[in-house]
């Protein structure tokens, strides 16, 4: 007799049909402006810190055990500081608690004050969890986010300094002062994993030298964690080496085949914030909306590979980076992008305008004459971060809207604004943002005008 399943077989659940491409046919604008000359400290090598050390130094090698963990590049006036890093337990038993340390140095002999204008820092757990969220949901309150990252960028994007962070600190010639001293913890998290991402936005009003640095956190005589001291973080600064364990290399920008890793950023960037008026020509203050049925796209955090055909890498150069650390800050983490759209209705018809941020397929040249989404999208999220609108509604009413956006890859993304725009109609449009960390750049800026005749 045959056995029973094979007399009964169990039945087979079809795979999910691959999803299917959609291939959109419009234009796709290099988006006009450039980034300011901020320089932005870019702490985000490793990302998984597992063995403590420096992870980045801008200090001068002098006197330092290690010289070439140093980069020795001074910080003065505006500069930005971002930090990334993700702890892990390295074995069930080891549940220590890494601390992520940032200090800054004078070394001239007058005091030098630091203005802390914006500064935000928070933990994936308990702080920000990876939640599921709709592709859009209004957030006005700053309530809605998804990882820590998410919720920084929210909170500069409004103006904010979190709660517990100083106005200023003043740094005595010659000394050094802790800017951030926090705790990564992972015991009593399932895994025990954990992340925290960070961004300040500083004024000095002299030369300062910066530095991060982890530590696991040192015990007191009880067995208990307590933080690291100054002269600890400044001990780990003088004697240590970098910390690992290190990412993978970046590839070569002159390589152009095979398979490109951008790698993590370990550096001082070039670039706080990405400011443009998006018009037609540059003689002109306005923006034609598109032809009925028709739309145009400018792209958002454009890179090597990834630029849409546009030519245009808006990735930031890096003024000092470790070797083995990417060549870029590819994805422009914390960079603020501040679009103004003037937007003008030259058809001579009534139309009904949307505008929307997507995330199509990279490509670097576009093969198909469009951008290539997918249906339904792919599973990872590539970009979830929340949007600034403010504009003249319907009514004539000035609105200030926050909205939030997941999208996954291949999404076309829904409308984050419609517009009914008069023939001959004017509407100013401003879309600010920053561009979340844990995302995966490129997106686009679409403005499209829907078809009367639908």
Same mark, same amino acid.
Not at 53 to 61: K, R, W, Y
Not at 295 to 310: C, D, E, I, V
Not at 375 to 401: C, E, H, K, W
Not at 415 to 431: E, N, S
């Given at each position: 007799?045959?056995?029973?399943?094979?007399?009964?077989?169990?039945?087979?659940?079809?795979?999910?049909?691959?999803?299917?491409?959609?291939?959109?046919?419009?234009?796709?604008?290099?988006?006009?402006?450039?980034?300011?000359? $901020?320089?932005?400290?870019?702490?985000?090598?490793?990302?998984?810190?597992?063995?403590?050390? @420096?992870?980045?130094?801008?200090?001068?090698?002098?006197?330092?055990?290690?010289?070439?963990?140093?980069?020795?590049?001074?910080?003065?006036?505006?500069?930005?500081?971002?930090?990334?890093?993700? #702890?892990?337990?390295?074995?069930?038993?080891?549940?220590?608690?890494?601390?992520?340390?940032?200090?800054?140095?004078?070394?001239?002999?007058?005091?030098?004050?630091?203005?802390?204008?914006?500064?935000?820092?928070?933990?994936?757990?308990?702080?920000?969890?990876?939640?599921?969220?709709?592709?859009?949901?209004?957030?006005?309150?700053?309530?809605?986010?998804?990882?820590?990252?998410?919720?920084?960028?929210?909170?500069?994007?409004?103006?904010?300094?979190?709660?517990?962070?100083?106005?200023? $600190?003043?740094?005595?010639?010659?000394?050094?002062?802790?800017?951030?001293?926090?705790?990564?913890?992972?015991?009593?998290?399932?895994?025990?994993?954990?992340?925290?991402?960070?961004?300040?936005?500083?004024?000095?009003?002299?030369?300062?030298?910066? #530095?991060?640095?982890?530590?696991?956190?040192?015990?007191?005589?009880?067995?208990?964690?307590?933080?690291?001291?100054?002269?600890?973080?400044?001990?780990?600064?003088?004697?240590?080496?970098? #910390?690992?364990?290190?990412?993978?290399?970046?590839?070569?920008?002159?390589?152009?085949?095979?398979?490109?890793?951008?790698?993590?950023?370990?550096?001082?960037?070039?670039?706080?914030?990405?400011?443009?008026?998006?018009?037609?020509?540059?003689?002109?203050?306005?923006?034609?909306?598109?032809?009925?049925?028709?739309?145009?796209?400018?792209?958002?955090?454009?890179?090597?590979?990834?630029?849409?055909?546009?030519?245009?890498?808006?990735?930031?150069?890096?003024?000092?980076?470790?070797?083995?650390? #990417?060549?870029?800050?590819?994805?422009?983490?914390? @960079?603020?992008?501040?679009?103004?759209?003037?937007?003008?209705?030259?058809?001579?018809?009534?139309?009904?305008?949307?505008?929307?941020?997507?995330?199509?397929?990279?490509?670097?040249?576009?093969?198909?004459?469009?951008?290539?989404?997918?249906?339904?999208?792919?599973?990872?999220?590539?970009?979830?971060?929340?949007?600034?609108?403010?504009?003249?509604?319907?009514?004539?009413?000035?609105?200030?809207?926050?909205?939030?956006?997941?999208?996954?890859?291949?999404?076309?993304?829904?409308?984050?604004?419609?517009?009914?725009?008069?023939?001959?109609?004017?509407?100013?449009?401003? $879309?600010?943002?920053?561009?979340?960390?844990?995302?995966?750049?490129?997106?686009?800026?679409?403005?499209?005008?829907?078809?009367?005749?639908?």
């Amino acid at each position: 007799m045959l056995p029973f399943l094979q007399i009964f077989p169990v039945a087979q659940i079809p795979p999910s049909p691959p999803p299917q491409e959609v291939v959109q046919p419009q234009e796709v604008r290099p988006l006009p402006g450039s980034l300011d000359t $901020v320089p932005v400290f870019n702490s985000n090598s490793p990302e998984l810190v597992q063995t403590e050390g @420096i992870l980045l130094s801008t200090f001068p090698p002098t006197g330092k055990r290690i010289s070439t963990a140093h980069l020795n590049f001074p910080l003065q006036g505006r500069f930005d500081i971002f930090a990334h890093h993700v #702890a892990k337990a390295t074995s069930p038993e080891d549940l220590r608690t890494l601390y992520l340390g940032v200090i800054l140095h004078n070394p001239s002999n007058q005091p030098v004050k630091v203005d802390v204008l914006q500064a935000a820092s928070y933990l994936s757990q308990p702080d920000a969890p990876f939640i599921e969220l709709p592709p859009l949901i209004e957030n006005l309150l700053g309530t809605v986010f998804a990882g820590p990252g998410d919720r920084v960028m929210n909170d500069l994007l409004r103006g904010q300094r979190q709660a517990g962070w100083p106005a200023f $600190v003043v740094i005595p010639p010659k000394q050094s002062q802790i800017l951030l001293n926090l705790p990564i913890p992972v015991q009593g998290l399932e895994p025990p994993i954990n992340g925290r991402s960070t961004l300040m936005q500083l004024r000095s009003s002299g030369v300062v030298y910066a #530095a991060s640095l982890a530590m696991y956190a040192p015990l007191n005589p009880d067995g208990t964690e307590r933080s690291p001291t100054l002269a600890e973080w400044q001990q780990l600064l003088d004697s240590g080496d970098l #910390a690992g364990p290190r990412d993978r290399p970046p590839t070569p920008p002159e390589q152009t085949t095979g398979s490109v890793v951008y790698g993590r950023v370990a550096g001082v960037a070039q670039g706080s914030q990405w400011q443009a008026q998006l018009v037609d020509r540059s003689d002109v203050s306005y923006l034609s909306i598109p032809q009925p049925g028709q739309a145009f796209s400018y792209g958002l955090s454009t890179l090597n590979g990834g630029r849409l055909g546009t030519e245009q890498v808006q990735s930031a150069p890096l003024l000092v980076r470790y070797p083995d650390t #990417a060549y870029r800050a590819h994805g422009n983490y914390g @960079i603020q992008y501040s679009l103004s759209l003037p937007l003008y209705n030259n058809t001579g018809q009534p139309q009904t305008v949307t505008l929307s941020i997507q995330t199509p397929v990279k490509e670097d040249q576009l093969q198909q004459r469009g951008l290539r989404f997918l249906n339904p999208p792919a599973s990872q999220v590539f970009f979830r971060g929340t949007v600034r609108l403010r504009y003249n509604d319907d009514r004539n009413l000035p609105q200030t809207r926050y909205v939030h956006l997941v999208q996954k890859r291949g999404q076309p993304g829904e409308p984050l604004l419609i517009l009914q725009m008069r023939a001959g109609d004017r509407r100013l449009v401003l $879309v600010d943002f920053l561009y979340p960390p844990d995302s995966t750049p490129p997106q686009v800026l679409t403005l499209k005008t829907l078809d009367s005749t639908n």
